[in-house]
């Protein structure tokens, strides 16, 4: 394999400032490439056991009822089936227990909370005779009224679906359960004067629909459970330790009882951070004697696994004719289908984040409905706060005269300004980024009739946590790096390319492998766009224990003092100058004679976290006849601190921006009056394809996190923010009417230009 | 159920296989033949990754009953390569970075190659419009793209280099 080093569709340039390497920075084919191009590769319903059985669940068809009985008689007699198992095979979990929302989101107990909820299991021999065998479980159901919208959630006359959950973060305590899990409130200073000193206000109301991550792998696990009372998992996740703590903890089993190997993992966005089968599928293989696999379909995958939340805000901006912005206020709710989650607190957080706003107050609470538990989506909650704050700005550039990007320059957060929670800002791109959209030839191209350009931005503060790292010095002067981070998108070649800085051989001499729970230290789900921060720290870590010890060897084998060798470019270096370099390869070799194996593991709680910021480029064309919107050019700019593989780095920031792109024109979770949803497959719920999309120029702006040993600040997430609000004030540039309902389908569209009520210039207020 | 005996081509070799009436190509090739580099990601036809090639036509695996391939010709993923020599695409894809998680590259590469066997000097739009049914959800697919382009460029200037070699 050859280490492509250009830099062909990227118009970034390498900032000057940029210290030189070796390889961090270059474009190596990834280690798991070839594996991946020639079907080799083994994804979670790839792994096969002999004697393995089928499991498959039977779910609820109604969005709430309560479970009168269940008779698994029928199916248990059926051809070929071994296993039947239901909520009462789980620890009974009661309300406010912490393993509570999880326990009863696997399987169902005395009530199904929304339509696709498990609530029983079966393996059989065939996946055909666990499907006839499912659909013979009978399950006794009496319907209650499901909790369906934001707004019937809200209505205190609406009963509550949990009885045991009071508002937290409520003051005073309220002494009625509700459907309101929680509040969030910041403030700062005087929101009231801060509107009273600005020159034009304006205040806008967004909705938008739940959407899935859409990872085309569907959850599969493989489990065996062996007559020790251990089990080894074969799954794909975000995180296989996490999976084994949950799978553990819902079992009520001991953490050592159960094994996880990773398999590569098919797309997981945040989808993947949480366990649905796992536990079933242990459970079934302990009662069977025998190794069970279990698939999910598509339509399961939509109808009971985590989409995003749906969302509901009012949000009001004032800024001085300079464009100064002077107050803020939002009201928001979030719905994270039918458990709590921290969806309000992290859009409260993220409102107003961007930008240095005196006066602000902001109020979130976080809904449940009889709808899909929602899990985490790439940076949880910031798109739909971005799609509010990012139209509102803009359309105060547009009413006080001021360019988009001028408008953001004179209002971005740099080092020291205070976020939401209080704390200064470390040094950040935000900035950097504005000004690469500006100066991209993209910004002031023409427009073609029908088209409008749009511009957003967004960030995400992103995370540490723990992570570890094993290196293994081979014979030969290889090595190996395990690490506990499932290989999402190219992080193996990112640890090997810090490995190979570090140690300074060639980074195809370095085998990165993601190890099982059994084999690499405890390292925390690859989520937060943590994976080559912090796991990329503790391989760093690592090798500079390697290195330390080397020069050890090293100095033993010239018979000098360690304190006289150095290591440069891959080998031991005498300082004085009267000794040879020593290649690793020879220091390894001798290993034997100079006190046994080299193996060092770096493990450690990443702290310096580096927020990125974006800021992205739209254009569409809307046909005025159909309300199709088309983007037809798209740049997006991204602070990565320092891109250690940048083809993954421009990779992150395409894909988050072509899901941000579905999330803005098509996708939406629909449901019928009963609480069923009408769209559980990619015919109906439309992601992105091909042809809807153009090339996504993908600029990386590089301001190194000076917390982390090669700059970095994780690049996963912030792509997803911006689009929205980008699309959206590319469609109002384009048609002059403003869309605050995603998503932005043809209809609503077309309904935006005919119906000509909805303009841009509604309930803004203007000072003065 | 009594099983179905089925003869075909797979990847060049004469194969036989055992299946039940009802079953899909694709569950035949993963669980009867162990070939897994087609993935399902819908069963319905909608995203792709069970993309295989039969008698020279791109087909959703899932789509297709495993009897129907009875006397067919069929191509999947592990046969793109001639030994040890990689497709030109799944060389493209791998210099390219056209995959993330990977799991929609073994349908995206099968489409792909069915597109450039019809059109081997396609434009953007052409392959955007020859991929369009399969779904990537990690790239924005502009790597993807890409990467097409760039092999059916490399494999011009290859057959091109063969035929005036040939001429010569
Ligand atoms: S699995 Fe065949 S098209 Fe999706
Ligand atoms: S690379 Fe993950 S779906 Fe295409």
Redesign the pocket.
Known sequence: MTVTESRPESSSEPPAARPRYRFVGTRPVRHDGLDKVTGRARFAADCDLPGQLAGCVVRSPHAHARIISIDTGEAEAMPGVKAVISGGDFPAVAPGDPNYDMGVNLMARDRVLYEGHAVAAVAALTTDQARAAAAAVRVEYEPLPPVLTIDAALDPAVGAIHAHMFTSGADPAPTEPSNVSQLTNFARGDTEAGFAAADVVIEREFTTQPVHQGY?EPHAVTADASQDGKATVWCSSQGHFNVRAQTAAMLGWETARIKVVPAEIGGGFGGKTTIYLEPLAVLLSAKAGRPVKMVMT?SEVFRATGPAPGSKFRVKLGARSDGTLTAGKAQMAYSSGVFPSYAAFLGAWTVFESYDIADFEVEARNVVLNTPRSAAYRAPSAPMSALATETVVDELAQALGIDPIEMRLRNAVSEGAINTLGAPFPRVGFTECLEAIRDHPHYGAPLGPNQGRGVAAGHWFNIGESSSATVNLNEDGTATVVTGSPDIGGSRASMALMAAEELGIDVYDITPVVGDTESVGFTDITEGSRATFATGMAVVEACRRVVADLRGRAAKMMGVDVSEVDWADGSAVHAGGEHDPLPLAAITAEAKKTGGPITVTGSLDAKGVGPSFAVHLCDVEVDPETGVVQVVRYTAAQDAGTAIHPSYVEGQIQGGAAQGIGWALNEEYIYDGDGVMENPG?LDYRVPVASDLPMIDAVIVEVPNPNHPYGVRGVGETSIIPPLAAVANAVAAATGRRIRDLPMSPVRVLDAIVNSGSDSTDSSSSNG | MSRVHVTCTVNGDETEFLCDGGQ?L?NALRDELGLTG??????????????VIIDGRLT????VLAPEAQGAAVLTVEGLASGDDLHPLQQSFLEGAALQCGVCTP?ILMAAAALLDRNPDPTETEVRYGLA???CRCTGYDKIVRSVLAAADSQRTTSQRTNTEETA
């Open positions: 085309i598509r990619f | 899909t694709l087609a993935k399902e990601g819908c069963g319905t036809g909608d995203c792709g990754s069970c993309s959703c695996s899932c789509l349908g049914g399969n779904l």
